[in-house]
């Protein structure tokens, strides 16, 4: 007696249960992250992965809301691209389909007059 695995159907496509930042993302991140702290500019952040959106939040103090959002919306990525930082207000700060060039907007904060 076999056991056979169904297979898909031809044509079918596999909704995913939750969208997730893969490792090249977390990695690219996580650096800026790691560079942030460094610099004393953030102390904490929380990943979230949910149906339809991934999002890496970076907090001052764990106590308070979001500085930043950084957000992966792959429903997006045909349209305004899927990457996006969003504000403590709300406001959309850069949004496009590379993960590198959304970011740059915080990169420029560690850019500092030296005196």
């Known amino acids: 007696m076999t056991i056979q695995t169904p297979t898909p159907l031809s044509g079918s496509t596999r909704i995913p249960e939750q969208v997730a930042f893969d490792r090249a993302e977390l990695n690219r991140i996580l650096t800026l ?3 942030m702290v460094a610099a004393g500019e953030w102390r904490d952040y929380a990943i979230s992965h949910l149906r339809d959106v991934a999002v ?4 001052r103090r764990a106590a308070e809301h979001p500085l930043y ?3 992966k919306r792959p429903k997006l990525r045909l349209r305004q691209g899927m990457y996006a930082v969003i504000g403590m ?3 959309i700060l850069k949004r496009g389909g590379d993960l590198a060039a959304v970011l740059s907007v915080l990169e420029r904060k560690l850019i500092r007059a030296v005196e």
Do not use: K, N, P, T
């Not at 890496?56 to 907090?59: G, L, P, R, T, V």
């Open 69 to 71: 959002r950084i957000e």
């Open 56 to 59: 890496f939040s970076i907090f």
């Open 33 to 35: 992250y790691g560079r």
């Open 89 to 91: 207000d709300g406001r």
